[in-house]
Nanobody, 116 residues
């Protein structure tokens, strides 16, 4: 059982930046990777980025290098630095943890709104 708590969402102007954070608690030793997904109204949830326990990142190429995922193992957190934000980045961003035994855990989601 893993709990994920997200923070950092909000309203930002086009071209601005936001940094999202996700703190994991509970049976954190189950986790082998964490990541960020997003879902905009009327669209499917899509991968933003993932990072393994060893720190290896994978990105959705459509993010065009604007986003950076990182982790702080001492704090059991991951972060998503989002730069050069565009209105099309507006979505609910969800933290995800992939755990042993075939289980996924999700945060509550945090709203990111980019105005033009």
């Amino acid at each position: 059982h893993v709990q994920l708590v997200e923070s950092g969402g909000g309203l930002v102007q086009s071209g601005g930046s936001l940094r999202l954070s996700c703190a994991a608690s509970g049976n954190i030793f189950m986790i082998y990777a964490m990541g960020w997904y997003r879902q905009a109204p009327g669209k499917q949830r899509e991968l933003v980025a993932t990072i393994t326990n060893g720190g290896d990142p994978n990105y959705n190429d459509s993010m065009k290098g604007r986003f950076t995922i990182s982790r702080d193992n001492a704090k059991n957190t991951i972060s998503l630095q989002m730069n050069s934000l565009k209105p099309e980045d507006t979505a609910v961003y969800y933290c995800n943890a992939e755990a042993g035994g075939g289980y996924d855990f999700w945060g509550q989601g945090t709203q990111v709104t980019v105005s033009s």
